[in-house]
């Protein structure tokens, strides 16, 4: 029976390393080469920044959404072979696997708190044993469990964070209709600050970079006036932001 897995990635990386996201596109791009499934899309979550909490440019955790009939251990043998292969020291790295209707309400809750709050590691393994999540450490600390297990459970609640990878948004560029928009990607709406749809026929200036919202569980695209009295008088709410380690998307 096909399925929604969430995959949690937190690499807790170090100056030079590819970074989070390009980490998790990589391990989803993985396990679509070995015939696992289909990479549905990479999401982040921002994390709370503070004294006390390792991280390079911004404490950020992905989430690959990856659709699959295979067992959990598959995909979790190709995160091992990964790290295992490409691992930095100095680097933390932890994954979290769950298939998305098994995601409790507690792992919500932790992924809400991981965004407000310094939280230990061995809360979240605790965590994960008493509700059965396959939760794995890495190398180094392992630190990296903690975001792992809360861009699974903030993926889950299906109301935060964005989409850095999916079908379609890295090739759209300049003018591009609703329509279009619908058409060439996965997102399932585009709305105004205010949550309203746009009409098919209305026009946005992509800016090049469009990264849809986690909106009820699904990818939308938040839109705002440009301010501009021209075909494109909408962009997009969300920006682009480049760490500074080899400009890899924050």
Not at 4 to 12: A, L, M, P, S
Not at 20 to 37: F, N, V
Not at 145 to 167: D, F, T, W
Request: glycine content about 14%; overall charge negative; charged content about 25%.
């Amino acid at each position: 029976i096909m399925q929604t897995v969430f995959i949690g990635v937190d690499d807790t990386d170090v100056p030079g390393s590819p970074g989070t996201g390009r980490i998790a596109k990589a391990i989803g791009d993985l396990m679509a080469e070995q015939g696992l499934g289909t990479l549905r899309g990479v999401i982040r979550h921002q994390l709370l920044v503070a004294e006390g909490i390792p991280y390079t440019s911004h404490n950020s955790a992905k989430c690959i959404e990856f659709l699959t009939d295979r067992l959990l251990a598959d995909l979790a043998a190709v995160c091992a072979a990964y790290f295992r292969d490409q691992f930095l020291p100095g680097s933390d790295p932890g994954t979290c696997l769950c298939e998305q209707e098994r995601v409790s309400r507690r792992v919500m809750e932790f992924g809400s708190r991981a965004a407000a709050e310094i939280i230990e590691k061995e809360e979240a393994l605790r965590l994960a044993a008493e509700e059965g999540i396959m939760l794995e450490e890495h190398g180094g600390t392992g630190g990296g469990v903690i975001g792992a297990l809360a861009a699974v459970g903030l993926s889950a609640g299906g109301n935060a964070g964005r989409y850095v990878q999916m079908k379609g948004i890295k090739e759209i560029d300049g003018l591009v209709t609703v329509a279009d928009l619908l058409r060439e990607t996965d997102i399932v709406a585009v709305v105004d600050e205010q949550g309203g749809p746009l009409a098919a026929d209305e026009v946005v200036d992509s800016l090049g970079w469009i990264r849809p919202s986690l909106i009820g569980g699904q990818p939308v695209l938040r839109v705002k006036s440009s301010g501009r009295d021209t075909a494109g008088r909408w962009e997009p709410v969300e920006r682009s932001r480049k760490s500074r380690k080899q400009g890899a998307e924050v």
